[in-house]
């Protein structure tokens, strides 16, 4: 074949040349499907039944033993345009208003993954797009069963300080023996991180209102004793 650059024929530098075009358009395509084809989460609060509710708690390690308690469930959304694999909310931080009105980092509360709702595991397998995956918040038990339930009741000097008031136990996975994931009235921001093995981390913030009231009344200790919203 004639001519050619340093004594390579011109039809092997043309077949080089196409191979690093397809290959770099190939790579092009790829980055630009990873940008406009995947999921993208997003977390939702819906402050009414069924996410939040009453409902009676069964402790496994007492059985027979039921009491009054209230669930808070939150929305995962898939709004993206692919299916999110392995998904999972992480409370990444809790900070406690102070009484000047700021907030400071709870430093007694260990980062750890919230469980989702009825599998009671960490991580949701797959939440295709346009649907919801319900991811269990916590939950407030009636004050004066605390102690009869395991892993519900606080410290014995916090219990006597509260004396009766209702406090948020946080459904992180695996809580250690000390109960740092419940929480005694006051108003908190709960810092969440969204995230799944094919898509961004999102961030999303809480405002968590508790006032330490209890009552049966479904309506009145959704709409004032507990309040909880997206900031």
Known sequence: MAGGVGGTPLGTWILATVAVASATIAAFQSRLSRL?????LRLEVNPEPPEFHHTLLVHPGSPGT?????????RVRNTGNSRAEQVEVFVADVLERQTDGSFRRLTSFLPKNLLWSWT?????????????????????????????????????????????????SVA?????????????????????????????????????????????DEARMLSEAVRIRVL
């Not at 039921?66 to 939150?74: G, K, Q, S, T, V």
């Not at 992180?172 to 009235?185: D, E, G, N």
């Not at 709960?190 to 913030?205: F, I, Q």
Request: positive net charge; aromatic residues 10%.
């Open 120 to 168: 009671l595991k960490p991580f949701l397998e797959a939440l295709s797009p346009g649907m919801v995956g319900f991811c269990t918040l916590g939950h407030v038990l009636d004050p004066q069963r605390r102690r009869d339930l395991p892993g519900e009741a606080l410290a014995d000097a916090e219990e006597a300080r509260l004396a009766g008031r209702a406090a948020f």
């Open 36 to 40: 406009l084809v995947r999921p993208r």
């Open 66 to 74: 039921a009491a009054d308690a209230y669930y808070f469930n939150l």
């Open 172 to 216: 992180v996975q695996f809580p250690a023996s000390k109960p740092f994931h419940i929480l005694p009235p006051g108003t908190y921001q709960l810092v969440l991180w969204l995230a799944a093995g094919n898509a961004r981390k999102v961030e999303t913030r809480l405002l968590l209102v508790l006032t330490g009231d209890w009552t049966t």
